[in-house]
């Protein structure tokens, strides 16, 4: 926010989320007739994304809605949401076109049928609707005691007609044409949870709570055939169209089981298809792909290209399945983002594309038992990371990447470029591998060459590992680096220092190679973790009384102290530049420091508190994980393509919130944001008066070529004399005749209707310029700006015409001159167009000095002018030598 009262942030504006995929309400496939091919359309918080299926590439972005979606459905058109009682609809996969209102519950079923769309709330209300009026065209109302609405399915070839399943297990079959319900099936004893349609007419997949799954000829009401699944309720049904009879079910533990509909038997099971239920699974029509997707922050492309009858997974999109805990930037192009998450996952993000996205994988404590059995009987399955360290320099020769491990002692190393856990793990052996005991690694750190790694513990120590070999390379301090648990550790850029902060709220500096301690700092208050600037230097600190002090390795003294967070800082970032400090706390603001003023000048709120930052190394994008969100959110920085003002925000400054990209605004909030937009453009461009004040002199904003070269005129006219005279064309085009000077004007044809005469008029030649004009004006009114403005618009021979022209023997008058002197004398009272001042009067003397000694009233005027002038730069080497003493100081002085 700026200082002017702009609305949100002025440097920071939302730009997109990362690492979003999917949610737990079921995909939609779609089929695009002119391009051939397959849609993905999975919701996503308040808005919904579609992917192609040949390389689920993101295709399309919706607008977001006021709240969450709650249910997705599509047909060839249009993409149909509901969020609380309201449902929409979107064209080109962005737009809302359609909005329905008239439920008085939550809409959780969607169904479109031809022309219309039918809906289910909580009340058991069911409501068919003509999609393009918007009007309710039929309304049916169920008594949930007996008939509560839990499925609904359109049967293939019959018109006009829809089958509702219910949770206490009947089905029936209306004709929502006449509003009349045809038939009562009886059920199964057990809740209705899916309705599907098989490749035959009249059958239907019923899937329910017990796990069983139906197949049912509606026709004649007989049951083809019943499987028994034993993972809980069946969550999706499909059938594959693709000549094979197989139809596969989803479970609430991430399962898939598949059945022969031939010989009605089980033929495979693809388990952890997904970590949580199974929200959709659709057979891709005439192909043998099985698309997924869940809760679990996934979507997964299976293909069934074996004669084993389970799938493969040929491609897949996965982000983090619980909130990111850790984010920052890996490479120096900013374009990869590394994201410790709380499912114990290290990822990488891309934001150029998502096929540029790569997942490290879990870690783990024995990697060759997990590569020989899989992650999923893994009994050695290390925790989430808490915090790592990355470096590129030496990744293509060893691991680049080492990681601290919530409540564990060892420290793992990662490889980037193979995508998976490194060789080491990072243990010292003072305890003897007694993970028993109550210590943990708290900070990590890389030294710029990766060579060298740093791990702090709780106990206090600090030890340095060797990145290629994993082996131990000593320790800080001769038993313990700090009394208390270390907080922080940071090598600068040439690993000359190591720093350390801990619980004894002690700053201590290190000689990297030697670990001799060389400094030693009291901190006011016990520190909560640090960042290092490594080209400046300047190292931050964050407090647990929520302040922020920034420390100069250079002098070894603190040169900055920020306070007006009111609550824990999680996560702090400087700019590439290293002027701003950005940081994050758990009073869900994002404020910016300017470290060269010491000022607050950026300050806004988010809804979910942001638990890490990361600014990108080219400066495009500031990256922000935040509580209970999956996603990774870009926000792009204005102040690299536009003017930005930045200026010291208040002490009372209130922040406002600034949504989250992917989400929207009220409508009263874009509102006063037009408003607010219109406001700080005005202030944000900057005019300038003419004068910054009256002690200061102000030169005119003309080119030098007007009025520098004025006393060598002679001397520029001489050497540009022509050697012969001009030739004139034989055949000269019209031109309209124009005035010469600078200010190209046309000449205004002579209207004299008099007859001409043939006596010469002498007065004509000694006619009077408009400059001389405004010159006797001026001694009447003492207004000198007129003149002023001419000579300003007339080049240096015009202004040597004019100002020969004033005197006597020319055609001029002594009070004249001494009107021209007096329009000096003003000049250089108001302290404008001083160099101008200059240079007119300079020509004046040069042309007129004689005259002036002659004359005593000019002479009297050229007095006062030379006072004011002596005056003047007096003033001005004052002001000079001020200025050139403070730059002396600010350039010697330590700061």
Same mark, same amino acid.
């Given at each position: 926010?700026?200082?002017?009262?702009?609305?949100?942030?002025?440097?920071?504006?939302?730009?997109?989320?990362?690492?979003?995929?999917?949610?737990?309400?079921?995909?939609?496939?779609?089929?695009?007739?002119?391009?051939?091919?397959?849609?993905?359309?999975?919701?996503?918080?308040?808005?919904?994304?579609?992917?192609?299926?040949?390389?689920?590439?993101?295709?399309?972005?919706?607008?977001?809605?006021?709240?969450?979606?709650?249910?997705?459905?599509?047909?060839? !058109?249009?993409?149909?949401?509901?969020?609380?009682?309201?449902?929409?609809?979107?064209?080109?996969?962005?737009?809302?076109?359609?909005?329905?209102?008239?439920?008085?519950?939550?809409?959780?079923?969607?169904?479109?049928?031809?022309?219309?769309?039918?809906?289910?709330?909580?009340?058991?209300?069911?409501?068919?609707?003509?999609?393009?009026?918007?009007?309710?065209?039929?309304?049916?109302?169920?008594?949930?005691?007996?008939?509560?609405?839990?499925?609904?399915?359109?049967?293939?070839?019959?018109?006009?007609?829809?089958?509702?399943?219910?949770?206490?297990?009947?089905?029936?079959?209306?004709?929502?044409?006449?509003?009349?319900?045809?038939?009562?099936?009886?059920?199964?004893?057990?809740?209705?949870?899916?309705?599907?349609?098989?490749?035959?007419?009249?059958?239907?997949?019923?899937?329910?709570?017990?796990?069983?799954?139906?197949?049912?000829?509606?026709?004649?009401?007989?049951?083809?055939?019943?499987?028994?699944?034993?993972?809980?309720?069946?969550?999706?049904?499909?059938?594959?169209?693709?000549?094979?009879?197989?139809?596969?079910?989803?479970?609430?533990?991430?399962?898939?089981?598949?059945?022969?509909?031939?010989?009605?038997?089980?033929?495979?099971?693809?388990?952890?298809?997904?970590?949580?239920?199974?929200?959709?699974?659709?057979?891709?029509?005439?192909?043998?792909?099985?698309?997924?997707?869940?809760?679990?922050?996934?979507?997964?492309?299976?293909?069934?290209?074996?004669?084993?009858?389970?799938?493969?997974?040929?491609?897949?999109?996965?982000?983090?399945?619980?909130?990111?805990?850790?984010?920052?930037?890996?490479?120096?192009?900013?374009?990869?983002?590394?994201?410790?998450?709380?499912?114990?996952?290290?990822?990488?993000?891309?934001?150029?594309?998502?096929?540029? $996205?790569?997942?490290?994988?879990?870690?783990?404590?024995?990697?060759?038992?997990?590569?020989?059995?899989?992650?999923?009987?893994?009994?050695?399955?290390?925790?989430?990371?808490?915090?790592?360290?990355?470096?590129?320099?030496?990744?293509?020769?060893?691991?680049?990447?080492?990681?601290?491990?919530?409540?564990?002692?060892?420290?793992?190393?990662?490889?980037?470029?193979?995508?998976?856990?490194?060789?080491?793990?990072?243990?010292?052996?003072?305890?003897?591998?007694?993970?028993?005991?109550?210590?943990?690694?708290?900070?990590?750190?890389?030294?710029?060459?990766?060579?060298?790694?740093?791990?702090?513990?709780?106990?206090?120590?600090?030890?340095?590992?060797? !990145?290629?070999?994993?082996?131990?390379?000593?320790?800080?301090?001769?038993?313990?680096?700090?009394?208390?648990?270390?907080?922080?550790?940071?090598?600068?850029?040439?690993?000359?220092?190591?720093?350390?902060?801990?619980?004894?709220?002690?700053?201590?500096?290190?000689?990297?190679?030697?670990?001799?301690?060389?400094?030693?700092?009291?901190?006011?208050?016990?520190?909560?973790?640090?960042?290092?600037?490594?080209?400046?230097?300047?190292?931050?600190?964050?407090?647990?009384?929520?302040?922020?002090?920034?420390?100069?390795?250079?002098?070894?003294?603190?040169?900055?102290?920020?306070?007006?967070?009111?609550?824990?800082?999680?996560?702090?970032?400087?700019?590439?530049?290293?002027?701003?400090?950005?940081?994050?706390?758990?009073?869900?603001?994002?404020?910016?420091?300017?470290?060269?003023?010491?000022?607050?000048?950026?300050?806004?709120?988010?809804?979910?508190?942001?638990?890490?930052?990361?600014?990108?190394?080219?400066? $495009?994008?500031?990256?922000?994980?935040?509580?209970?969100?999956?996603?990774?959110?870009?926000?792009?920085?204005?102040?690299?393509?536009?003017?930005?003002?930045?200026?010291?925000?208040?002490?009372?400054?209130?922040?406002?919130?600034?949504?989250?990209?992917?989400?929207?605004?009220?409508?009263?909030?874009?509102?006063?944001?037009?408003?607010?937009?219109?406001?700080?453009?005005?202030?944000?461009?900057?005019?300038?008066?003419?004068?910054?004040?009256?002690?200061?002199?102000?030169?005119?904003?003309?080119?030098?070529?007007?009025?520098?070269?004025?006393?060598?005129?002679?001397?520029?006219?001489?050497?540009?004399?022509?050697?012969?005279?001009?030739?004139?064309?034989?055949?000269?085009?019209?031109?309209?005749?124009?005035?010469?000077?600078?200010?190209?004007?046309?000449?205004?044809?002579?209207? $004299?209707?008099?007859?001409?005469?043939?006596?010469?008029?002498?007065?004509?030649?000694?006619?009077?310029?408009?400059?001389?004009?405004?010159?006797?004006?001026?001694?009447?009114?003492?207004?000198?700006?007129?003149?002023?403005?001419?000579?300003?618009?007339?080049?240096?021979?015009?202004?040597?015409?004019?100002?020969?022209?004033?005197?006597?023997?020319?055609?001029?008058?002594?009070?004249?001159?001494?009107?021209?002197?007096?329009?000096?004398?003003?000049?250089?009272?108001?302290?404008?167009?001083?160099?101008?001042?200059?240079?007119?009067?300079?020509?004046?003397?040069?042309?007129?000095?004689?005259?002036?000694?002659?004359?005593?009233?000019? !002479?009297?005027?050229?007095?006062?002018?030379?006072?004011?002038?002596?005056?003047?730069?007096?003033?001005?080497?004052?002001?000079?030598?001020?200025?050139?003493?403070?730059?002396?100081?600010?350039?010697?002085?330590?700061?």
């Amino acid at each position: 926010m700026s200082a002017g009262g702009k609305k949100g942030s002025a440097i920071f504006s939302g730009f997109r989320a990362l690492g979003l995929y999917s949610s737990h309400l079921p995909h939609v496939v779609r089929f695009h007739k002119k391009h051939r091919e397959f849609y993905i359309v999975t919701a996503v918080g308040k808005c919904f994304h579609t992917y192609n299926v040949k390389k689920l590439g993101i295709v399309a972005v919706s607008n977001a809605l006021p709240a969450d979606i709650s249910c997705l459905a599509a047909d060839r !058109m249009l993409v149909f949401t509901s969020h609380g009682r309201v449902i929409t609809a979107f064209a080109k996969n962005k737009e809302v076109v359609h909005t329905y209102n008239g439920h008085s519950a939550d809409v959780h079923i969607l169904l479109p049928f031809g022309d219309h769309l039918i809906s289910v709330d909580r009340d058991n209300v069911v409501i068919i609707w003509d999609v393009e009026a918007e009007e309710e065209y039929l309304q049916i109302s169920f008594d949930k005691m007996s008939f509560e609405v839990s499925a609904l399915l359109h049967p293939s070839t019959y018109l006009n007609k829809i089958l509702l399943g219910s949770s206490q297990g009947g089905l029936q079959l209306w004709n929502v044409k006449s509003n009349k319900l045809l038939y009562t099936f009886s059920g199964w004893e057990s809740a209705v949870t899916v309705l599907q349609q098989s490749p035959a007419v009249d059958v239907v997949g019923v899937g329910l709570a017990s796990g069983q799954i139906i197949l049912h000829n509606i026709k004649f009401d007989e049951t083809l055939m019943k499987f028994q699944q034993d993972w809980g309720p069946i969550t999706c049904l499909s059938f594959r169209t693709d000549g094979h009879p197989v139809m596969a079910a989803g479970s609430p533990v991430g399962h898939i089981g598949l059945w022969d509909l031939e010989q009605k038997k089980l033929i495979g099971q693809m388990r952890e298809a997904h970590s949580t239920a199974i929200a959709g699974l659709t057979f891709l029509h005439g192909e043998p792909l099985l698309i997924t997707n869940a809760a679990d922050n996934a979507i997964r492309v299976w293909i069934f290209d074996t004669a084993g009858g389970e799938g493969r997974l040929l491609r897949h999109r996965l982000g983090h399945s619980a909130p990111p805990t850790k984010i920052k930037h890996h490479d120096q192009n900013g374009q990869h983002i590394l994201s410790a998450g709380q499912d114990g996952t290290l990822q990488s993000f891309s934001t150029v594309h998502e096929r540029f $996205n790569k997942s490290l994988g879990h870690g783990t404590l024995n990697k060759k038992k997990v590569k020989k059995q899989g992650l999923k009987y893994d009994t050695a399955q290390l925790p989430a990371i808490t915090t790592f360290a990355s470096e590129t320099a030496r990744q293509s020769d060893w691991d680049g990447i080492a990681a601290c491990h919530h409540g564990y002692l060892l420290a793992t190393t990662w490889n980037y470029q193979k995508g998976s856990m490194g060789a080491h793990k990072l243990e010292p052996e003072r305890f003897n591998k007694n993970r028993a005991l109550n210590v943990h690694a708290t900070a990590v750190d890389i030294s710029s060459c990766g060579n060298f790694v740093v791990v702090a513990l709780s106990s206090g120590h600090i030890d340095l590992y060797n !990145m290629q070999s994993g082996l131990h390379r000593g320790q800080y301090g001769a038993d313990r680096a700090h009394a208390g648990p270390v907080r922080g550790v940071a090598v600068d850029g040439l690993n000359q220092v190591m720093v350390s902060v801990g619980a004894d709220g002690l700053l201590k500096m290190w000689k990297f190679k030697s670990k001799e301690l060389i400094h030693t700092d009291i901190l006011a208050a016990c520190p909560a973790a640090v960042l290092l600037h490594r080209d400046s230097g300047m190292l931050a600190v964050s407090l647990d009384d929520f302040t922020l002090n920034v420390f100069d390795l250079e002098t070894k003294r603190t040169v900055r102290r920020f306070s007006g967070h009111r609550g824990k800082i999680n996560d702090m970032t400087f700019s590439p530049d290293g002027r701003w400090l950005i940081t994050a706390s758990m009073d869900c603001t994002v404020r910016t420091w300017d470290l060269p003023s010491g000022c607050l000048v950026d300050c806004f709120l988010v809804d979910n508190a942001v638990v890490s930052l990361s600014m990108s190394p080219t400066g $495009n994008f500031l990256a922000s994980a935040h509580v209970d969100t999956l996603g990774i959110y870009l926000w792009s920085n204005n102040a690299l393509c536009s003017v930005v003002s930045l200026r010291p925000l208040p002490a009372d400054h209130v922040p406002t919130v600034v949504m989250l990209p992917g989400t929207c605004p009220s409508q009263d909030e874009e509102e006063d944001k037009e408003i607010d937009e219109a406001d700080s453009s005005e202030m944000a461009e900057y005019i300038s008066p003419e004068q910054l004040n009256k002690q200061l002199v102000t030169l005119s904003l003309l080119p030098e070529s007007r009025w520098k070269n004025l006393l060598h005129l002679d001397v520029i006219k001489k050497r540009n004399k022509p050697k012969e005279p001009p030739k004139v064309p034989k055949a000269a085009p019209f031109f309209i005749p124009t005035i010469p000077g600078l200010v190209p004007q046309f000449a205004l044809p002579e209207t $004299n209707t008099e007859e001409q005469s043939k006596v010469v008029n002498l007065g004509v030649l000694a006619q009077k310029s408009s400059f001389y004009l405004q010159l006797e004006d001026a001694l009447v009114s003492k207004n000198y700006e007129r003149p002023l403005m001419l000579l300003k618009e007339l080049g240096p021979s015009a202004i040597d015409t004019e100002l020969r022209g004033l005197a006597p023997e020319m055609g001029g008058d002594v009070q004249v001159m001494q009107s021209f002197l007096r329009m000096i004398g003003s000049m250089l009272q108001s302290k404008k167009d001083f160099d101008l001042s200059q240079a007119y009067l300079a020509l004046f003397l040069k042309l007129h000095l004689r005259l002036i000694a002659q004359e005593p009233e000019l !002479m009297t005027e050229a007095l006062t002018v030379s006072t004011q002038l002596e005056e003047t730069w007096i003033s001005m080497q004052t002001l000079l030598n001020q200025s050139l003493c403070l730059l002396t100081y600010i350039k010697s002085a330590l700061l």
